[in-house]
């Protein structure tokens, strides 16, 4: 798809209410005609971040539609879900205690389903490979089989984008800088506590935090002392 025939269609975003949907929703918004946002609600301890994606959602003037899914509860255990088990990031080959199991997956199928019943065959996700926690759902290789499975299974012809799938957080940052969208990342919400004061040691807010410095840009959002 060419950037004019970009520009002659409409998009769905997969909106988080953090950095990087952030940052890709305003990114769809310059790259497409018309752009529509979906946001999950699937019991996470943070979410407060769901708060964040209506206001996001309500400064771009973007339609959101908030989808509850309850499926990963009973299905699998991680500490995004169980408030009691403690965060810790993946040490010797092994996963962050955070990776929801198949969410990414239910994710793009929901928002594959929803851009369907609007006619719509372009998604956008904040999926990185470059500058992530390693999650295995967030690799390029899984997103073009998933936009494969979702073309297959649906008989529609989707393309899912990931603009950020390269980047690192302070190329991200700079991007957002590029496109006049840093005011819009003091509504975000990163941090995997949950708390409207980030804790500023958990993976997420590392990341974060990491990028702003490098792309030595001030984060506008509020960390614990």
């Known amino acids: 798809m060419t950037k004019s025939e970009e520009k002659k269609s409409n998009a769905v975003v997969l909106l988080s209410g953090g950095q990087d949907s ?3 929703l305003v990114w769809a918004k310059q790259n497409f005609k018309k752009v529509f946002a979906i946001t999950f609600d699937y019991g996470q301890r943070h979410n407060i971040e769901i708060n964040a994606a209506k ?12 989808h509850k899914i309850d499926i990963f509860k009973g299905l699998t255990k991680n500490s995004l879900i169980d ?12 996963l962050p ?10 994710f793009i199928a929901s928002a594959a389903i929803y851009a369907k019943s609007l006619k719509i065959k372009n998604l956008v996700a904040g999926f990185c490979q470059a500058d992530s926690s390693g999650y295995p759902d967030c690799r390029e290789n899984f997103v073009k089989a998933a936009e494969k499975a979702i073309e297959l299974g649906m008989d529609h012809n989707f393309r899912i984008f990931t603009p950020l799938m390269w980047k690192t957080k302070a190329e991200s940052v700079n991007l957002m800088k590029e496109m006049s969208g840093l005011k819009f990342l003091a509504h975000t919400h990163t941090c995997y506590e949950g708390k409207k004061v980030a804790c ?22 509020k960390y614990k002392k």
Do not use: S
């Not at 997420?204 to 959002?221: H, M, Q, T, V, Y």
């Open 83 to 94: 408030k009691k088990m403690p965060i810790k990031a993946g040490k010797n080959g092994t």
């Open 22 to 24: 952030t940052t890709c």
């Open 200 to 221: 500023g040691k958990c993976p997420a807010c590392e990341l974060r935090i990491k990028g702003f410095k490098e792309a030595e840009e001030k984060d506008p959002i």
């Open 55 to 66: 206001k996001i959602a309500k400064l771009l003037k973007v339609p959101l539609k908030i």
């Open 97 to 106: 205690t955070t990776f929801v199991e198949g969410r990414n997956l239910i």
